[in-house]
């Protein structure tokens, strides 16, 4: 019996096994090295963002704590006691949650496409560049809706604060016996002050005014909160309830005040440890909690105190013959003054972004200027033209907030998320569907109530 002799490998086959397991080799090298080190966006920020975990809370509590906290008695003035309450946590909750889902999908995305931070736009925009081929090309659709949104919401906070600045100092002018000029007037007179406040073109120089505002504010409120909590009636003498139809105005009023999407993604951008923005605790459920909690209670205490009365910001219900709500009413006037030129930047650079390429260079001074002027008196004269404060709110969270804070990042989610993870049959798509039914009904509930109520004013 012959023993069959095995045959030596020709240089050929040699060089090839060589060459086929030297690949393997480096394919498994160079993954295993990507494994063990990947792309940390935060590693390639400038110095600059270095914000700390404490910080990024501080940043995200002062800007959630507008406006906003004051104008919540208005909406439980049209859900009830009961229901304002259940529904501010339930709105906090939904707030949180799409604030949660567009972080995360924008980091995320830094790690996929090696960038150091991205923008609320960018984001939008990068998501739908590169999800499923059929979304591709509505990208700069996505762009263009998440910039015009944040500059909408800005702008129609700017003719909030008009308003809450006019109507104080109307107040305070009437009680001791000067001009008594209608809001419009007092509107128009804003621009005094308005006008040169916003020319000024570096944001550094409000920095220190903006330090002494946010303390002015909390004085405010504590002051608010002492008359609310003085003398209170009984909850048996206000609504636990209301009709169906004061929902679109308290979820509009809930949403202007609750949502602060437009100041997440730059507070993420800044920080030193971004993994710490998300979590349990984590940044923004520690802040979302604290935000709902206090809204909660200002809006309950606001309409126990006031019922019906209540009023698009707390201070303007305070009583009239006591020097200390006289204060405040001027204090919350004076800190929305500075307040209106620090938000009124996002709107122009918005617009400035747009047109910046059609000016000559040497003219781009002068045009930043005529920007910023005629923006203050378009903001300015909208205010003076319906100078009702519940109205604005309810236009700007129903319409900007209700497509950009909850519309649009249950989209990117599901877009960005699509055919990796998901399919059309996932909880993740039952869930951004009802989210986006409940942006839409909300926008259009409320728009509807706003026009009319708009077409009566008038």
């Not at 086929?20 to 390639?44: C, F």
């Not at 949104?149 to 600045?165: E, K, W």
């Not at 003398?231 to 009709?243: F, H, Y």
């Not at 055919?419 to 986006?436: C, M, Y």
């Amino acid at each position: 019996m012959t023993t069959m002799e095995k045959k030596p490998p020709s240089p050929h086959s040699v060089h090839t096994i060589s060459d086929n397991y030297s690949s393997k080799i480096e394919l498994a090298y160079n993954g295993s090295r990507e494994d063990l080190d990947p792309y940390v966006p935060s590693e390639h920020r400038p110095l600059a963002s270095n914000t700390s975990s404490l910080g990024a809370l501080a940043h995200l509590l002062k800007a959630s704590l507008g406006s906003g906290v004051l104008a919540m008695p208005l909406a439980f003035k049209n859900a009830g006691l009961v229901v304002g309450s259940l529904g501010t946590l339930f709105i906090g909750f939904i707030c949180c949650h799409v604030i949660h889902v567009l972080v995360k999908t924008s980091q995320e995305l830094c790690v996929e496409l090696k960038r150091p931070a991205l923008g609320y736009a960018d984001t939008c925009d990068l998501v739908f560049q590169h999800g499923p081929k059929p979304v591709r090309k509505f990208a700069p659709f996505a762009r263009e809706l998440a910039d015009w949104a944040l500059a909408l919401t800005h702008a129609g906070a700017c003719c909030v604060y008009t308003v809450v600045i006019a109507e104080s100092f109307r107040q305070v002018s009437v009680q001791y016996g000067g001009p008594q000029w209608s809001v419009t007037v007092y509107c128009a007179l804003t621009l005094v002050v308005l006008i040169p406040l916003t020319q000024i073109s570096k944001l550094k120089y409000l920095v220190p005014f903006s330090a002494l505002a946010n303390v002015v504010w909390l004085v405010s409120i504590c002051i608010s909160l002492y008359y609310c909590l003085r003398d209170k009636p009984a909850v048996s003498d206000r609504n636990l309830a209301t009709s169906i139809s004061g929902l679109p105005t308290f979820i509009s009023t809930s949403l202007f005040a609750m949502e602060g999407i437009g100041v997440v993604m730059p507070v993420e951008n800044e920080m030193k440890k971004p993994q710490h923005f998300l979590g349990c605790p984590g940044v923004l459920n520690t802040a979302m909690i604290a935000v709902a909690i206090l809204y909660g209670f200002v809006g309950f205490c606001g309409y126990l105190q006031y019922g019906e009365e209540a009023r698009g910001s707390l201070t303007l219900n305070l009583p009239q013959d006591e020097i200390l709500a006289q204060s405040a009413k001027i204090l919350v006037a004076c800190v929305m003054l500075l307040s209106f030129a620090l938000i009124y930047y996002v709107p122009v650079d918005v617009v400035w972004r747009k047109i910046q390429d059609r000016v000559p260079a040497r003219k781009q001074a002068w045009a930043m200027s005529g920007v910023r002027l005629l923006g203050t008196l378009i903001l300015v004269g909208i205010a003076s033209a319906i100078p009702r404060l519940e109205l604005f709110m309810e236009l700007v969270g129903a319409v900007c907030l209700s497509v950009m804070g909850l519309l649009l990042p249950a989209i990117v989610e599901t877009i960005w998320r699509w055919n990796k993870d998901i399919t059309l049959w996932s909880f993740v798509v039952l869930k951004n569907f009802l989210i986006g039914v409940f942006s839409l009904i909300a926008m259009v509930s409320g728009v509807t109530f706003a026009i009319m109520a708009i077409v009566d004013e008038l």
